[in-house]
């Protein structure tokens, strides 16, 4: 029975290694994302309550607009 090449696993040990560490990048830009998209929607409905008692928006819809740009940067 042959054994295996230590060259064999070792460069197996480091793709498992790597695949690990990549995997919770993408783990962490997905909540990142959740997070923003979030905060674009409680912005959303904060406008809509602002808007039925007649209150200026207008800083709202800045940050509206630039959650909603980080979000689309992000996907």
């Known amino acids: 029975m042959e054994m295996f090449n230590p060259i064999c696993v070792l460069a197996l040990l480091i793709g498992f290694v790597y695949l690990f560490f990549r995997q919770d990048e993408v783990d962490k830009h997905a909540m990142y994302r959740k997070d923003l998209e979030g905060d674009l929607y409680i912005l959303r409905e904060m406008r809509k309550f602002y808007l039925?008692?007649?209150?200026?928006?207008?800083t709202m819809d800045d940050?509206?607009?630039?959650?909603a740009e980080k979000v689309k940067k992000i996907k």
């Open 52 to 58: 039925e008692h007649q209150i200026d928006t207008m």
């Open 63 to 67: 940050a509206i607009e630039e959650i």
